[in-house]
């Protein structure tokens, strides 16, 4: 399997600007998770899926983010209108359900950085 | 919500030392306790790992381990080497699958 792809890799826009971020989990994978990463705020959980189902958008910074996930092999983050606080690395990750164990190991995307000026 | 807290948030050695970094956490239903290591511009990958039925786990030159009436669990990585330079993120689960991770920790291996 090639892993999580995201993409685009690098995005650079301008205030006011909508920005779509794509992520294509892992084949049969039943969680999707958003993160985002900058240096003041670590790592945070911004949404997550599970069977294609939002289960916990609490992360959601204001309503100019919205996440969907139409299939179990597509999922997108989009960012209307952007603004430049929102610069920062996105991540997708997923992980499978299931198992002896209750927890297993989320797989992260190569991440998207995205800058807006 | 959930916070963990992680110390130190930069730790430099030198090569052939032991390097410990700990996280601590309030809420006692965590039964799940990842490490993920992130090196400069990539992806956090995981490393370890230790559910609460556990103490401690060791995987040649990691090892985790977890005190759950303290609420704390610290990572160890034994005889560092330049390799192991990276941002060391704890985490732990709050229920259905989701994490909260820790600050991060910046270790620098200087040969």
């Known amino acids: 399997d090639a892993g999580v792809i995201q993409s685009p890799r690098h995005e650079v826009t301008e205030m006011g600007q909508e920005v779509t971020l794509r992520c294509k989990p892992i084949?049969?994978?039943?969680?999707l998770f958003w993160y985002r990463q900058t240096m003041m705020r670590g790592l945070e959980l911004l949404i997550y899926f599970n069977n294609n189902v939002p289960i916990d958008d609490s992360g959601m910074p204001e309503d100019r983010f919205s996440a969907k996930m139409p299939n179990a092999s597509f999922s997108t983050l989009k960012i209307q209108p952007s603004e430049p606080r929102d610069s920062a690395v996105y991540f997708c990750?997923?992980?499978?359900?299931?198992?002896?164990?209750?927890?297993?190991?989320?797989?992260f995307g190569p991440g998207t950085r995205l800058t807006v000026l | 919500g959930e916070n963990v807290e992680q110390h130190p948030s930069t730790l430099s050695v030198q090569e052939g030392d032991s390097a410990v970094i700990k996280c601590t956490y309030s809420?006692?239903?965590?039964?799940?306790f990842p490490w993920y290591k992130q090196e400069l511009g990539k992806r956090p990958q995981l490393i370890i790992d230790?559910?609460?039925?556990?103490g401690e786990k060791k995987d040649q030159r990691i090892a985790v381990t977890l005190n759950k009436t303290a609420k704390h669990f610290s990572l160890h990585i034994t005889e560092t080497q330049p390799e192991d330079s990276a941002v060391y993120f704890c985490?732990?689960?709050?229920?259905?699958?989701?994490?909260?991770f820790g600050t991060g920790t910046r270790l620098l291996v200087s040969p």
């Open positions: 230790i559910r609460s039925n556990v």
């Open positions: 985490a732990l689960d709050t229920g259905f699958q989701k994490l909260v």
């Open positions: 990750a997923s992980s499978l359900e299931g198992g002896l164990a209750p927890y297993n190991e989320q797989f």
């Open positions: 084949s049969g994978h039943d969680y």
């Open positions: 809420d006692s239903a965590s039964n799940y």
